[in-house]
Every structure is written in structure tokens, then in C-alpha cells.
């Protein structure tokens, strides 16, 4: 990023409230700055980079798990969700909401705006690794004198030095160039993608070629370490702009924190509800069970997260774009990015529930064949998780406080369905509450979105339609795959 030509110098407000009413045409302007593009063009084009990194990602996840899975013993995936678990729960506990504050702020293209933000990444991801050695000690003293159920996760030995190795990649990462913040904030998602991509096959290769000569849980730590190391390297010396340094301004701190408050209390509820299965799980179920349980949830993100990409990286930056140029087109705008993705995920859940065996069948060994009728429980979750990307229309009207009270809901449901199903009923029954758990927040949704007048019941009728458009066709990929016999 060149530097920034300032015409009324924003670090000189002495106020969030008066600069927030600073108008648009007194806003800094980046010299060098690209012409602008039609909006349209440009969310199509920053999209389309999205989605495709997404696709050619999950392709080398699904590479990567389907060798791993026949290198490694089951029970190491459940080992390392809940250390992936402890590590991302500590980051949301304390997410500062750096990037989206940046990419919806008026002054997040000034630089000194944005070294400040990178000096607050970089104290945050030391934290973070802080803060979860601390915890994989707690775990180990407290296995140490019994004070989880035997042969739980939580009893394995070697789990609080993974949980350590695991989390330094949050010091790594912290260490980002926030021209990636840049690069979302103007859709210019290219280099990111192929960033994201190289990451990803720098995981692939050190993950295969370790366990491949150790057979060893550690493969994973390594591989996700030089990942992060990938990606920090090359957020500096790949994409264009100035280069960071440590800085420390007050103003950008109170207009940080202004917007990132709101979404550091989302993410704590966020974590809580997110995380609240495998929380509960890993004291409640063997390793093995655990890992038949991360095999299939991992199978079923794969659909939530290409939602929560699409809205994340593309929707909410447009959208907020919209919301500050041409408010009027806001709602139409939303209905056309929500269509697609509720398709989507609908005709998904059917699909998956009616082949979910076919699928585990096809793609595992005979160890795995017990994740079948939980990647089927859990499939209903997409009937909910299609909601979780609403939240973008939130932030890109700057009322980030329905995100929070929407995962504020999530997680209370979350804490009281899952212990209640587990004592009800046992591991499905917590299965069937991890899956359904996000139901008490519909009518939050509902309020929310009458105050913006984006509610259409008969849309919301119309579209269940493709439940069971998606069982048919799952019904004959299960036929075809019966038929094909084991694909690996």
C-alpha cells in the first residue's frame, strides 16, 4: 500500500464520534490507488478467486485426510481435535476483530491505521500461545490427579505438549502483513488465493512425508506449523504495499477497539457454541469415538465453510461497500448472495443424509465405518448453519451487537442441549443436540431481520424444497457408489 494522502489528518479527531461524521469525500485517499471497477464486476471476480481457492483447499483437505487417515491410527484425530479446539477457542476468547474493523473503517486504508493494528496482531498472537500453554499445563496437573474420566482425551499424556506445539503457530501468524487485511478490504482476492493455496500444499506434503516415516501425531504440529510460516512469509514479500511496522497510535486504537469490542464478545459466544461439542465430548467419549465424531464434523464444515468464505471474504466487504455508496440497493443485493447458498446447503443436507454411509463407505476403511450414522445425525446442522452467514448483512450495517446476541443464544442453547442429550440418551443424543442446537436463535433472526425488512416467509417455505431434491440425488450416488465398490 503507498502512502496515504490525508486531506484533514484523521489521528487530529479528537473523537470516534467526530470522526465518524467525517464525510466521504474527506476521507483518506491512497495514491496509486487502482481506478475503481463496477462494483458488480468486482464482486463476481473477488468471488470467483474465493470460491476457487476454496475448491482446489478442500481438495488437498480431502487428499490430505484420506492418505493420513490410512498412515495414522484413528484415535489421533480425536487427540487433535480437541488440541485444534483448546487453540482456536483461546483466539476467539480474545479475537480483537482486527479485520473486520479494518476492512469496514473509514480510515482503514491510512497506514499508520494499519501498523497500529499489526502491533495489536502481533501482541495478540503471543497471548494466545500464552495463554494455552498455561491451560495444556492445567490439563496435564489435572489428569494427573484424576480429575477427568478415564480414557477420556483429556487423560492422554502427550496432549498438553501437542496442545503447546500446536498453538505457537498463533505467534506465527500474528506476524502477518496486514496487506491481507488490505486485500480484502478492496476484493482483491488473487494473491491471497494462491497464498492460501501454497500454505495449503506446504501442509499436505510435511503432514504425508512425516507420518508416512514416523507414523506419528507430530506430523500434524509440523505440518501446521510451517503452513503458518508459509503464509506470514509471503503476506510480506507476495503481496503489493507498504511494508509494516511497530506502531502505536491512540486514535486508531479507540477506533479499533471501538467496532472490535462487539466482536470480541461475538467470539467469545462464538467459541462457546462452536466448540461446546468437542468441550463436552472429550471428557464423555474415548479418543477413537471422538475421532469418528471429527471425521464427520470436518466433512460437514467443508459445506459451512464455503458459506461462511463467500460471506466472510466477498459479502460482507461488498456489502459494507454498499452500505456506505448506495444503501438502497442493500437489501436486493442481499437476497441475491443468500439464494445460492441456501440452495446449497439444503439440497446438501438431504443429499448427505440419505448417502452418508455410501460416502464414509467409499472414501475410509472398515476402522471408520462407525462415522456413518453420525455424519448422517450431523447433516441437519446445514438446515441451521445457512443462517450463520447472515451475520455479514450485520457488520456491513455497522450493528455488529445482532451478531452477538444471535451467538449469545447459540451458546447458552449449546451449554444446556448438550449435557442434556448425553444423560438423555447417550452419544447420539449428543450428537443429535451438536446438530441441533443453533434451532432457539431462528427467532432472533426473524426480529433482526424485520428491522431491516429482509424477512420473506414464503422464500424461507420455498427453499426447504430442496431437502428432498437433494435426498433423491443422494439416493443415486449412494446407489452409484454401492455399485463402484470402495473409491481408495
Known amino acids: 500500500m503507498t502512502e496515504a494522502i490525508v486531506p484533514s489528518d484523521w489521528k487530529q479527531v479528537s473523537s470516534p464520534q467526530a470522526r465518524d461524521r467525517l464525510l466521504p469525500d474527506s476521507l483518506p485517499v491512497t495514491a496509486q490507488q487502482p481506478p475503481k471497477r463496477r462494483l458488480r464486476t468486482t464482486i463476481i471476480q473477488a468471488a470467483g478467486w474465493s470460491m476457487m481457492g476454496y475448491l482446489l483447499s478442500q481438495l488437498i483437505r480431502i487428499a490430505s485426510n484420506l492418505v493420513l487417515t ?50 495489536l ?117 507476495w503481496l503489493p504495499g507498504q511494508h509494516n511496522s511497530l506502531y502505536w497510535e491512540a486514535a486508531a486504537i479507540r477506533d479499533l477497539i471501538r467496532f472490535g469490542r462487539w466482536i470480541m464478545l461475538s467470539s467469545i459466544l462464538t467459541m462457546i457454541a462452536a466448540n461446546g461439542d468437542r468441550i463436552f465430548l472429550a471428557g464423555w467419549a474415548s479418543p477413537l469415538m471422538l475421532g469418528f465424531y471429527s471425521l464427520a464434523f470436518n466433512l460437514i464444515s467443508m459445506l459451512e465453510g464455503a458459506g461462511g468464505r463467500l460471506f466472510s471474504n466477498v459479502a460482507m466487504p461488498a456489502l459494507g461497500r454498499i452500505a456506505r455508496e448506495r444503501p438502497e440497493q442493500l437489501s436486493s443485493m442481499f437476497w441475491k448472495m443468500r ?78 442441549c448438550l449435557p442434556l442429550g448425553y444423560y438423555l440418551f447417550g452419544f447420539e443424543g449428543a450428537v443429535w443436540a451438536a446438530a441441533l442446537y443453533g434451532l432457539p436463535v431462528f427467532p432472533a433472526i426473524l426480529y433482526f431481520n424485520h428491522r431491516h425488512g429482509l424477512n420473506n416467509f414464503l422464500y424461507e417455505a420455498g427453499v426447504l424444497l430442496a431437502w428432498p431434491l437433494g435426498y433423491l440425488a443422494g439416493s443415486i450416488v449412494t446407489g452409484i457408489l454401492h455399485n463402484a465398490g470402495p473409491l481408495f
Open 339 to 416: 439464494l445460492p447458498l441456501d440452495l446449497v446447503f439444503i439440497g446438501s443436507a438431504g443429499a448427505i443424509y440419505s448417502s452418508g454411509a455410501a460416502i464414509i463407505d467409499a472414501l475410509y476403511d472398515d476402522r471408520y465405518r462407525d462415522a456413518a450414522p453420525i455424519i448422517q445425525i450431523l447433516s441437519f446442522s446445514l438446515l441451521i448453519m445457512r443462517f450463520g452467514p447472515l451475520s455479514a448483512i450485520y457488520l456491513a450495517v455497522n450493528e455488529p451487537r445482532n451478531q452477538t446476541v444471535m451467538n449469545f443464544i447459540r451458546a447458552v442453547s449449546s451449554f444446556i
Open 121 to 237: 496482531q502481533i501482541i495478540h498472537g503471543c497471548l494466545i500461545w500464552f495463554t494455552c500453554v498455561l491451560i495444556a499445563i492445567g490439563i496435564g496437573r489435572a489428569a494427573e490427579y484424576g480429575l477427568f474420566p478415564a480414557g477420556s482425551v483429556y487423560t492422554v499424556t502427550s496432549l498438553p505438549a501437542i496442545v503447546m506445539g500446536m498453538s505457537f503457530c498463533t505467534v506465527i501468524m500474528g506476524l502477518q502483513s496486514t496487506k491481507l487485511i488490505s486485500a480484502f478490504r478492496h476484493l482483491d482476492l488473487g494473491r491471497v488465493t494462491f497464498i492460501e493455496i501454497v500454505a495449503q500444499i506446504v501442509n499436505l506434503a510435511v503432514a504425508i512425508s512425516l507420518a508416512w516415516y514416523t507414523g506419528s501425531i507430530w506430523s500434524f504440529v509440523a505440518s501446521t506449523l510451517l503452513a503458518a510460516l508459509t503464509t506470514t512469509i509471503l503476506s510480506h514479500v
Open 70 to 119: 490410512r498412515l495414522l491410527i484413528p484415535e489421533m484425530f480425536g487427540i487433535m481435535a480437541v488440541a485444534t479446539m483448546i487453540q482456536v477457542s483461546v483466539a476467539m476468547l480474545s479475537d480483537l476483530g482486527l479485520r473486520p474493523a479494518a476492512i469496514q473503517s473509514q480510515f482503514g486504508d491510512d497506514q499508520s491505521y494499519l501498523d497500529t493494528a499489526w502491533t
